[in-house]
């Protein structure tokens, strides 16, 4: 199960957003934006841009992600 994916997914779709439109706004690339919804491990870069972008604890992210993994 890809819990971090799903989840970031759902965000971003509920803000009715592409996944470019999201990288645009958090300054990384619509490529990282699909490996992370694809179940790919991400950086701490990538966590704590999301973090901010829709408000909840970086390590709240880690955790889903390490759950994938």
Not at 18 to 46: H, P, Y
């Amino acid at each position: 199960m890809n819990r971090l994916g799903n989840f970031i997914k759902q965000k971003r779709l509920d803000e009715a957003l592409t996944q470019q439109e999201l990288a645009e706004q958090i300054g990384l690339t619509s490529v990282t934006i699909s490996n992370l919804e694809n179940g790919q491990k991400v950086g701490s870069k990538t966590l704590k841009a999301l973090s901010k972008k829709f408000g909840i604890e970086t390590k709240v992210l880690r955790r889903m992600q390490d759950e994938n993994n």
